[in-house]
């Protein structure tokens, strides 16, 4: 037991250390090689720490040479720009003036659903509420919104139409039908909803369409028996 | 920048300096008592072994293994341990055919363990 508490306590504050050493980044947004940076300490302490049968010198050699791994691939990603984008990547412009950009979201393996959400925890809940999205390349949204932006956010909108998919549950939640929505996308020209990348309508009847590979469009319409939300 | 790059050389220099360190100094203590080891094992081969034999070998490795802990397992050295008790509770009676089994156990120890921690390919996979 005291050999633990020894062994756990050498540990600790060669970690210390390191991380003082390595910087407030380690603690804050993490770049792709900080975030295996950090899980890769965790493990590699766990062991020597636990089982007495390790040197803990092993320990200490792991975490020094992560400390030298972290120290050249910082001095990379500062001084070696091709190797930047290749290190940490780049930001994606998710959403630019004409909507949606489908491309950006498929390359990093998010949908629809994860853009709003992420507007959601953002502040804004219109897709036309914001000029431009991006996910930054350690993982953080970010948004410039409209200028009448708070104008545009009046109700709460549902996604109707995911990928080309009817959401039967916010159908539901909406109390409209699928023939309804299907009917206002005939008169939009669009002769299948296989072809949307999203709809979304709220309250009021505003209507957000953005059809695949094309600009989105708004408009209103009248939901049936006066309904709004 | 210019502390950074001073951090990197001189934790690369510890490291370097602490693995080739580590390969000699492995190598060079299962070396000796490799040594020690063959000269028992002749004596046991010859029915010629004294258990004050074998406690010298065993009073040389306690020396050894102190500071052999801090850089192999120690689940390496219990087993030298366990082999050398087992090899002079042998010789004290002795059985020395059995005795000289348990020694070559520990030759192929000192020939085997130093290269188990070297930067090989087999090692490293």
Redesign the interface.
Known sequence: MTLVIIRTAIIFFTLLLLMR?MGKRQIGEMQPFELVITLLIAELICIPMAD????L?YGV?SV??I??LH??V??ADLKLKPLKSLISGKPSLVINKNGIDDYQLKKNNLDVTDLIGSLRAAGYFSLDGVNYALYESNGTFSALPREDYEAAQDSLPLVIIDNGCFDEKNLAVAGLSRPFFEDVLRRQGVKTHKRVLVMTADGTGKIYLQIKGEKYRTFRVSYPGGRTW | MVR??L??FL??L??CG?AVFETRYVDAQFSAFGGEIESLAQKVEGERAEPSDAEAVRRSWETRKSSL???????DISRVDDILAEAAGLIAEENFPLAAAKLEVLRSICRTVPGTYRPLLENIF
Request: aromatic share 6%.
């Open positions: 050493l007495t049968s390790i040197p010198l050699v020094v040479t400390f030298i120290g050249l910082m001095l | 950074s790059l951090g990197i934790a690369v510890l490291l602490a802990h801090v850089w192999i397992p120690h689940n």
